[in-house]
């Protein structure tokens, strides 16, 4: 190869470096942006009662990594997906020797109703996860909501038997509590497993 053509090789790999480069700082800073005004998770207030008849409040919750979502137990689909999935995530990262006892998962229900603690704690004893559930009057849940600007929409009104239309995005808050992203429904568990590590 001559010299000339040497040199434009270089120069063109130094360019795809170079741009490589910036459209990680960009994406990056992008990211960070769209996290910015999004409250922590001790900024929400929260009074509800758990799976085991505890009340609970957003400090309970401090110092350790969160992966939170909003469901109702007698999802047919989107609930249990997510619960297996996160499941399936947290053992995949322990196969690997990381140290997963610190992440909390945490469930809240959209459908109080129906949701009693005994409810959820029946409900999970259905999968291989440790995850805290938490319900409450109509109102409060409702206030929790309202927060952390979840859809819920009742779809249905016969005698208890209705569905809901819900957000179904995982909300994942660090151990300082601020917020780091969301894991959508259905997203591929290679990238769930890096998105949970990384609040680890």
């Known amino acids: 190869m001559s010299t000339r053509k040497l040199g434009w090789v270089i120069a063109t790999a130094l360019l795809f470096l170079v741009l490589a480069v910036g459209v990680f700082l960009i994406s990056d800073q992008i990211a960070k942006k769209t996290t910015i005004g999004i409250p922590q998770f001790q900024d929400n207030h929260i009074e509800l009662i758990d799976q085991n008849g505890i009340v609970r409040n957003e400090d ?12 109702f137990t007698y999802c047919p689909d989107v609930c249990p997906t997510t619960l297996t999935t996160l ?3 947290r053992d995949h990262l322990n196969s690997t020797g990381m140290d997963t006892t610190a992440l909390q998962i945490i469930f809240i229900t959209v459908d109080p109703e129906r949701d009693t603690p005994e409810q959820l704690k029946q409900y999970f004893s259905l999968f291989d996860v440790n995850v805290t559930g938490l319900t409450g009057s109509p109102e409060k849940v409702r206030s929790v909501l309202k927060q952390f600007g979840i859809y819920a929409q009742k779809n249905g009104q016969g005698d208890g038997d209705y569905l809901f239309d819900h957000s179904s ?6 151990d300082d509590g601020s917020f780091k992203g969301t894991i959508v429904h259905n997203e591929p568990i290679a990238f769930i497993t890096e998105k949970i590590k990384s609040i680890l």
């Open 60 to 71: 309970d919750f401090a110092d350790r990594p969160i992966a939170l979502f909003f469901g």
């Open 87 to 89: 499941a399936a995530a």
């Open 169 to 174: 995005a995982v909300f994942l808050y660090r």
